[in-house]
T-cell receptor, first 109, second 117 residues
């Protein structure tokens, strides 16, 4: 099956810093989503982005499908950005999400 | 919009008993629901996919007789962990999708933390 690797696995930032999270996948995908899992376990949809670039406030994402990677940018980070960030993909004609390995982010004052 | 709830949010049960977890889509009709399991510090692993009115499709390695899934309506799916054992302790998360509204996006419930003693 498809492999979805995220980097870095762990990241510590000072409040106000910017960061880039990466998601690499081993096969062509029809669907890519980015999620934020908060410290209570809730998964929050950030972006549905199978290709191209999208922005939502301090967050933006870019997927280059032909090169099999996606990037999530966080600008002016805040302590509430802490948690785990997952990318997840769907391949072929299926409907199953395969989750990446995750990036654990901690934003400190 | 696209809110999914789960109940209970946490449960402790004794080994050998059964536990039912409910997943509801509150403001949309969920043509498909998914159940995931997440162990500490790990990613989400899909357990099964269910379509309303049909039998669930289980992922390889998931015991269908142990994890009973029912998707009786377009807003409710249940996961029953039968004869639970300590190794079943985990964080169980459901998600839902409306094929007619946003066919390529899944919306997740807040999760249920199960501890089997």
């Amino acid at each position: 099956g498809i492999q979805v690797e995220q980097s870095p696995p762990d990241l510590i930032l000072q409040e106000g810093a910017n960061s880039t999270l990466r998601c690499n996948f081993s096969d062509s995908v029809n669907n890519l989503q980015w999620f934020h899992q908060n410290p209570w376990g809730q998964l929050i949809n950030l972006f549905y982005i199978p290709s191209g670039t999208k922005q939502n406030g301090r967050l933006s994402a870019t997927t280059v499908a032909t090169e099999r990677y996606s990037l999530l940018y966080i600008s002016s980070s805040q302590t509430t950005d802490s948690g785990v960030y997952f990318c997840a993909v769907i391949t072929g004609g299926g409907n199953k999400l395969t989750f990446g390995t995750g990036t654990q982010l901690k934003v400190e004052l | 919009g696209a809110v999914v709830s789960q109940h209970p949010s946490w449960v402790i049960c004794k080994s050998g008993t059964s536990v039912k977890i409910e997943c509801r889509s509150l403001d949309f009709q969920a043509t498909t629901m998914f159940w995931y399991r997440q162990f500490p510090k790990q990613s989400l692993m899909l357990m099964a996919t269910s379509n309303e009115g049909s039998k669930a499709t289980y992922e390889q390695g998931v015991e269908k007789d142990k994890f009973l899934i029912n998707h009786a309506s377009l807003t409710l799916s249940t996961l029953t962990v039968t004869s639970a054992h300590p190794e079943d302790s985990s964080f169980y998360i459901c998600s839902a999708r409306d094929l007619r509204l946003r066919p390529y996006e899944q919306y997740f419930g807040p999760g249920t933390r199960l501890t089997v003693t």
